[in-house]
């Protein structure tokens, strides 16, 4: 393939380029020096597909949804692949579904669908916006899971000229990976990733073939994760400091992902410390019991480690931790901890208990996962002197604040690695906001200097068009092919520079009666 990258055009000739010349189109609609809202728009020799169809956590109502606007005609999507079950990422499936002409096909992993459809009623049902700015209801919910199909890992599905196929992603249950092939032209997007092997999933897998575009995910920029094992011992040490000083620790977290990971790291050190076995770790989901059924369901798509567990019981039965419903439950007279959601202090029972708590000096809140730039959880990080409640009220910040990533997310030398190792023409940064995105453009830029790897970052609504042209063939075959065949040899060895009579026994006569022929 030969490629290169174009101007951007005016959008009626673009569109034209689309489908009648060899120019690739990416748009991102979401997800462009962003965190929030992913969504990616490929158009390639008439076919259209959609990356994702996200919201974005810091808006609600129609400002959180990606701009659908950009799309001219929504029921000319051939395809709509979605990576994982994180709402940024699968959001606003069912408006789009349901509110737009689309008429294509949507595909996810059998584990992405059962989350997916249990975070999607529950974020119905606590969305706390009017009535009329919901974005869809739990019938249109119910009508959209309808429309989905599964794909397996490695799978190959073929719709329309296109073919695709997953693999595994790492970061979190069910997350995939998407190979895109049009025209022998192959996009691979990561959606959120994984290098490093936790304690319940593997680590994301590496394609073992050429890709010719790699669109990736750039959350943490050229930030580097600090090893697992330095991680979870500081992550224990914090919890285990707060409650000793008789103080409530509250780790908010998104409902499934990364909740599963903190709650085998606590259970396992609870075990370990007769000493606080007195002290409760509650997780505060609604969504709870559902989910460890599903997790133990698709035990078979985690590691090694907890494959072993499983063959001597449900790993994802805890002896320390219990379940908590809602406040009405919760016996608040002294030191505890609780894992409650949503992740980023938006809303629900993580934020209401931060504002109870966060005034008490002996209370801290452990952040354990990435935050988007407008939430109360990134807002915090920076410790301010005090808070706006939901209510509108300023209270003083006084419990301790830290942070620790356990976010499964690419950091800068996974990213490197990964292209490293797949050596694309073009790589697409997305998922990332606009500083962490520039610094890793810039460091990919300065690595690959004199290489065939361009980096590319385009923002929301920005087209990225690159030009693939192939090689024409035309295939000999049968009786024309035979005076052909019998004039040619092949060298054995390629260092060979010319053939002589000398050396006949080093070529090799070709028996092949179809020979292609560039023209």
């Not at 997007?189 to 994984?194: A, E, H, K, L, Q």
């Not at 050190?269 to 997790?295: D, G, N």
Request: glycine share 6%; charged share 20%; hydrophobic share 40%.
């Amino acid at each position: 393939w030969l490629t290169r990258v174009l101007p951007n055009m005016s959008g009626i000739a673009k569109r034209k380029a689309a489908t009648t010349s060899d120019v690739l189109n990416i748009m991102p609609i979401g997800a462009g020096n962003e965190v929030g809202r992913s969504c990616i728009i490929l158009q390639f020799k008439g076919k259209t597909i959609m990356l994702d169809c996200g919201i974005h956590p810091a808006y609600s109502g129609l400002a959180s949804l990606p701009y659908f606007d950009m799309i001219d005609d929504p029921s000319a999507i051939d395809l709509l692949l979605v990576s994982h079950f994180h709402l940024d990422h699968a959001g606003s499936l069912p408006y789009f579904l349901e509110k737009t002409s689309f008429k294509g096909r949507v595909f996810m992993t059998h584990p992405t669908k059962a989350i997916c459809k249990m975070l999607l009623t529950d974020y119905v049902k606590v969305s706390n916006i009017a009535i009329d700015e919901m974005l869809f209801d739990e019938a249109d919910l119910s009508r959209s899971m309808d429309k989905i199909e599964l794909v397996n890992y490695h799978q190959e599905v073929e719709h329309n000229g296109i073919k695709f196929w997953a693999y595994n992603a790492g970061h979190v249950l069910g997350a995939a990976m998407f190979m895109v092939e049009i025209a022998g032209v192959r996009i691979l997007y990561t959606g959120d990733f994984s290098r490093q092997e936790d304690r319940h999933l593997m680590a994301a897998e590496i394609p073992n073939m050429n890709v010719d575009i790699l669109i990736v995910e750039s959350t943490y920029g050229v930030q580097v994760h600090e090893p697992r094992i330095e991680r979870e011992l500081r992550f224990t040490g914090i919890v285990h400091d707060t409650v000793r000083r008789g103080g409530r620790c509250l780790i908010p977290v998104f409902a499934l992902g990364r909740a599963q990971e903190l709650l085998l790291i606590l259970d396992e050190y609870w075990t370990a410390h007769p000493e606080l076995q007195h002290i409760p770790i509650y997780y505060a989901s609604s969504l709870a019991k559902k989910a460890m059924t599903i997790y133990k369901t698709y035990i078979n798509m985690m590691n090694d480690r907890i494959k072993a567990l499983a063959d001597l019981g449900n790993p994802f039965k805890f002896k320390n931790i219990a379940n908590l419903k809602g406040m009405s439950d919760f016996d608040d007279s002294g030191p505890c901890v609780v894992m409650a959601s949503p992740g980023m202090l938006q809303s629900g029972l993580s934020r209401e208990l931060f504002e109870k708590w966060c005034s008490d000096r002996r209370n801290g809140v452990l952040i354990a996962s990435y935050c988007v730039e407008g939430t109360l959880a990134k807002h915090i990080m920076s410790e301010p002197s005090e808070i706006t409640t939901s209510s509108g009220l300023s209270v003083p910040l006084n419990m301790s604040v830290d942070y620790i990533s356990f976010s499964a997310h690419s950091d800068f030398i996974q990213t490197s690695e990964f292209i490293d190792i797949l050596q694309p023409p073009h790589v697409v940064l997305v998922h990332g906001d606009a500083n962490e995105m520039s610094r890793l453009k810039q460091s990919l830029v300065a690595k690959y200097e004199g290489k065939n790897v361009t980096v590319h970052s385009p923002k929301n609504c920005q087209t990225l068009d690159l030009e693939f042209r192939s090689e024409k063939v035309a295939k000999i075959v049968g009786s024309l092919a035979t005076p052909l065949v019998e004039s040619l040899v092949v060298k054995a060895d390629p260092s060979q520079k010319e053939a002589t009579a000398d050396a006949t026994d080093t070529l090799i006569k070709p028996t092949r009666r179809d020979v292609t022929v560039k023209v």
